[in-house]
């Protein structure tokens, strides 16, 4: 994910605040789209298990938007572990979440 995190931070640079559709849209190309697919695949059977449901097989024209799925949330995991790590600042402006890159102290 090293690539992904210097590409956040590559659009974070500016200092700006950013929406997270538009960061998330910077990320989600980079996902592989075999760890996407089983991520969203997983996500989607877990979903049925929680609604009591037994989960279904897949039906058939879906994978590319499973792949984009599991793309997206794959670019949230990375942008939650940058929030983690002290890295960047959300805020909820009501419509959307922005985000920005937390000045280095050692820069100023």
Do not use: C
């Not at 990320?27 to 789209?33: C, G, I, K, S, T």
């Not at 059977?45 to 989960?55: D, T, V, Y």
Request: proline share 6%; glycine share 6%; no cysteine.
């Amino acid at each position: 994910m090293s690539a992904a995190v210097d590409r956040v931070m590559e659009v974070l640079a500016d200092g700006e605040w950013h929406d997270s559709a538009e960061l998330i849209a910077v990320l989600a190309p980079m996902m592989p789209p075999g760890p996407a697919y089983r991520r969203a695949e997983e996500s989607r059977k877990s979903r049925q298990r929680r609604r009591g449901h037994e989960p279904t097989a897949r039906q058939r024209g879906d994978r590319d938007s499973a792949i984009a799925s599991g793309q997206r949330m794959a670019a949230r995991e990375v942008l939650r572990g940058l929030n983690r790590r002290d890295r960047i600042w959300e805020r909820d402006t009501g419509d959307a979440i922005e985000i920005r890159a937390i000045p280095d102290p050692q820069v100023r």
